[in-house]
């Protein structure tokens, strides 16, 4: 069911106020035993997607070869660390995302963005598939402007293959990575703890060509 009150992010005077506490979280990926927490590790980079439901979009990354870690969170709102109710009523202005750590020598930005652009449907605006609501737009986060620049080539080519099938046009929202916020530990590859849990995740059916 649409809900208005989810489809227009609020201002900083609008959001929730939050907590200077950041929650107790897991420490380390499920999957593969690798860090999530703290800062990133010495000679990664990193890149925040958001595909929808966190879930399904972190299962997309965490196998690939060069992914040294991935966890779920919250960036791109006002609320400081927001809990997942406080995100659920969209007063906090933040995008359920996924953080990526992966190591540039093995595996590179575009190629992390052919899956991102191929495993969702960015033209969506508020919603992904049933997901409707702010937290739930598409959105790239990343750490400088060079790599912003990279993934707006990106945008473009895919847009190109988009409009060639008759797709509509990308909403992607792509900035320099704002405050990011782990999610709580139940969320954190939640698919590999719950393998038949829902997933939410769909796409275009267009490939992109790097």
């Not at 779920?72 to 609320?79: I, S």
């Not at 953080?99 to 992904?128: A, C, S």
């Not at 954190?188 to 997933?199: D, R, V």
Request: overall charge negative.
């Amino acid at each position: 069911m649409w809900r208005p009150k989810l489809m227009a992010i609020p201002t900083a005077e609008e959001a929730l106020p939050g907590r200077a506490t950041p929650m107790q979280t897991a420490s380390h990926h499920f999957v593969n035993g690798n860090r999530i927490a703290g800062e990133r590790p010495e000679g990664m980079d990193e890149l925040i997607v958001g595909m929808g439901c966190f879930w399904g979009a972190e299962r997309a990354f965490w196998s690939l070869p060069g992914v040294y870690s991935t966890s779920v969170g919250y960036c791109a709102g006002h609320t400081p660390n927001p809990t997942y109710d406080e995100v659920c009523t969209g007063l906090t202005g933040h995008n359920e995302v996924v953080r990526i750590w992966y190591q540039p020598q093995q595996i590179n930005l575009e190629q992390l963005l052919k899956v991102f652009w191929e495993r969702h449907d960015p033209t969506q605006g508020m919603r992904q598939g049933n997901d409707v609501g702010t937290q739930y737009r598409s959105g790239i986060y990343l750490p400088d402007f060079d790599q912003l620049t990279r993934a707006a080539v990106s945008r473009d080519v895919y847009q190109q293959a988009l409009q060639q099938a008759g797709k509509p046009d990308i909403t992607t929202e792509i900035m320099v990575a704002p405050a990011y916020y782990l999610a709580e530990a139940y969320h954190q590859q939640y698919l590999a703890k719950n393998p038949n849990g829902y997933c939410g995740l769909g796409g275009c059916g267009v490939e992109l060509e790097i």
